[in-house]
């Protein structure tokens, strides 16, 4: 099925669910404004949607419904200006899930209300309209915003896991974070699961940084399994680095293979082995 | 401790700007503020440097639109992909002596563009949380200004009307566009110009060059040198972009149109005897791996002739010498310009297209004039 098929099936399904929603007419009909003296659904639907004074299951069911029309694609680009008007006004709703589904679909769209939403909540938390977790993964969908040095104030700061984890996501590709992803993953006071990010980080940001580092760490015996076992893993995946391989770390992987104390880093090993074995 | 970063400054120079908006005769004082580089863009995220960008344009159609501000404002209706500063750009012009059929063909597909992302607007105010002043669409804001243009052959104007038949249009927009077909079809001798002419205003003054020649550079394959050894003993074309770049109508579509230039070259005697390049902005997440697969992606080919460039420091050095159209906020780039030069042997730029979507034809002509000394000379 080429594209062309593929999308008119796909917006002849979707017309055929929303029509389900939809409290009268097609949703697709009207985006095209094919239903002129008809009352307008999908305009109804973002007002409904709007409306706090409605029933939230019934915003809700709006909410679907548009969200459903956008994919009508140019069909959909007259109501683009009032849905987005409605979602930064949702974006401080008292319902805390249309709330929260408003700012995803704003800070997808790198929304800058949205984002001063967020930020407004990280200096004011009486203000927050999520947790700082959330907040972090929402700015972060924007790599030109303000993400990397709310990130870098979490991860210097007294959060708990998960929101350092979330930051560390947010870093995933920056290039100056080269650094802290380099001393996370070498410090073994750090949880896991943060060096385990790091790793990731720092083997998209500075591959040669991370193939000296992983090396070290996948043959340190007092180093974490789980951590060895992901840097393994990655080492393996390393573009290029398999013609890299010497023989004092090949003779350490080797030795993982035999006596490494957990089944995950006995079987990374023996994949990593294999892997480098000429056919 | 706040995580949030600190206020980022956008208020106090809002300020500034609102009190020139009542000082027309100041109106240069905004076109200064224009240029990416402008410290004010300094450490701002993308978007807060849209949100500037876009009040001082909607200013000009208070204050007048001087000449000197003319090319950012041609530049954003061509290139420009964010509703708020498209439809700012467009209300600048009403601030212009007259719209010509080079500015009005520009808008007109500008509202082509904008009306599959529109937005609601507005610029009384830089806040764009701001619920207290009326709103409107960047698509109306638009077609007024194509509206107030006077009236046209209706073959400029056919995008507007094959729009307006998709019926795919919101009310308020439909509505100006009603107004519009009005004045487009109107006799001419019934429109007037009526502002008056603002005075010319002459472009800033770019700084001196900097010398670049041992600034360390390293290509797409990884391999470094000076940049006297690229550059210096044979002409060069250069332009500048960034893989992170949102914005299709920039620097992917300057790399797509830089392979195109680079094929025409190719049909001529010219590929042999000059450089091709192109600079990343931001040499730090650049790394050659990603130059190359953004090239090859594009369809350009590289071999030495033929490099795409990062510093290996700062990029400074580089946007320094050739005075560009680039800020940086605290991670990436926050807001550039669209920018070619043509250097001579000695890596010095003597011919550029600044501010406009260049044309391969005329560069490869002035490639070719660029050339006629050196040969000379040789």
């Known amino acids: 099925m080429n594209v062309d098929e593929y999308r008119k099936a796909f917006t002849a399904e979707m017309e055929k669910q929303t029509q389900a929603v939809a409290p009268s007419g097609s949703v697709v009909a009207a985006a095209r404004g094919d239903a002129a003296d008809a009352p307008d659904p999908l305009a109804q639907a973002i007002a409904t949607f709007r409306d706090s004074s409605q029933p939230a299951a019934n915003r809700q069911a709006a909410l679907r419904h548009v969200q459903t ?14 849905f987005r008007d409605a979602l930064r006004a949702v974006a401080e709703d008292k319902n805390e899930e249309l709330r929260a589904q408003a700012l995803e679909t704003l800070a ?8 001063q939403l967020l930020l407004r909540g990280l200096q004011n938390p009486a203000q927050a309209l999520v947790s700082v977790a959330k907040a972090v993964q929402l700015l972060a969908h924007d790599d030109h915003g303000a993400a990397v040095p709310v990130a870098h104030r979490i991860l210097k700061g007294n959060y708990d896991l998960d929101t350092k984890e979330e930051a560390l996501r947010a870093l995933a590709a920056d290039p100056g974070s080269t650094g802290l992803f380099a001393d996370i993953l070498a410090d073994r006071s750090q949880p896991q699961r943060l060096r385990s990010l790091s790793a990731s980080g720092l083997r998209a940001v500075d591959p040669q940084r991370f193939t000296q580092l992983a090396q070290r760490i996948v043959a340190d015996d007092r180093e974490d399994d789980e951590v060895r076992t992901n840097a393994l ?6 573009k290029g680095f398999s013609s890299k391989v010497d023989s004092t770390f090949a003779a350490a992987v080797s030795k993982i293979e035999q006596s490494g104390k957990s089944d995950d880093l006995r079987t990374a090993a023996t994949r990593f082995l294999r892997s480098r074995t000429p056919k | 401790m706040s995580v949030a970063p600190d206020r980022d400054g956008t208020a106090e120079v809002a300020d500034d700007i609102t009190a020139l908006r009542r000082a027309p005769a100041r109106r240069e004082e905004l076109v200064a503020l224009l240029p990416e580089q402008s410290p004010v863009y300094r450490g701002l995220s993308a978007n807060a440097a849209e949100r500037i960008r876009g009040f001082i344009f909607a200013s000009f159609e208070t204050v007048g639109l001087p000449q000197s501000a003319l090319p950012f404002v041609l530049e954003e209706l061509e290139t420009g992909i964010s509703p708020y500063t498209v439809a700012a750009a467009a209300k600048a012009l009403r601030g212009g002596a007259e719209i010509t059929d080079k500015a009005f063909t ?17 610029y009384e105010t830089i806040d764009p949380a701001d ?5 409107t669409s960047a698509l109306t804001e638009i077609i007024r200004t194509v509206a107030a243009s006077g009236p046209r052959p209706r073959p400029l104007w056919a995008a507007i009307e094959t729009m307006a038949a ?21 006799d001419p001798s019934e429109s007037c110009c009526c502002a008056v002419p603002p005075p010319l205003a002459l472009p800033p003054k770019s700084p001196a060059s900097p010398d670049a020649g041992n600034l360390v550079l390293e290509d797409q394959s990884g391999a470094t040198f000076a940049y006297r050894e690229f550059f210096y003993g ?18 992917s579509l300057t790399v797509s149109k830089l392979a195109a230039l680079q094929r025409r070259l190719v049909a001529t005697d010219l590929a042999c005897r000059i450089n091709v390049g192109a600079f990343t902005y931001d040499p730090v997440y650049d790394h050659p791996r990603r130059l190359q697969t953004y090239g090859v992606d594009r369809g350009f080919r590289f071999d030495d002739r033929n490099r795409f460039l990062r510093t290996a420091g700062s990029f400074a050095p580089i946007r320094d010498k050739f005075d560009l159209g680039v800020g940086f906020g605290t991670t990436t780039v926050n807001w550039h310009s669209v920018e070619l030069l043509i250097l001579d042997a000695k890596g010095t730029s003597v011919r550029e297209f600044r501010r406009v979507r260049w044309d391969e034809a005329e560069v490869v ?14």
Do not use: W
């Open chain 1, 108 to 115: 997808v769209d790198k929304d800058e209300v949205a984002q």
């Open chain 2, 166 to 186: 998709g019926g795919n249009i919101a009310a308020d927009a439909m509505a100006a566009i009603q107004q519009a077909r009005l004045r487009l079809s109107a």
């Open chain 2, 234 to 251: 044979r002409a060069s074309v250069v332009t500048f972009f960034y893989t992170r770049c949102m914005n299709p109508e920039k620097c």
């Open chain 1, 69 to 82: 029309a956008t994919f009508a694609g140019p069909g959909f680009d007259r109501y683009r200006a009032s």
């Open chain 2, 365 to 378: 002509a002035a490639v070719k004039a660029a050339m006629t000394p050196v040969a000379a000379t040789a």
């Open chain 1, 233 to 238: 893993g990655a080492l393996d995946h390393l």
């Open chain 2, 131 to 135: 619920r207290t002043v009326e709103r």
């Open chain 2, 106 to 122: 520009l808008l007109v597909a500008a509202a082509a563009r904008i009306a599959s992302n529109d937005d609601t607007v507005q």
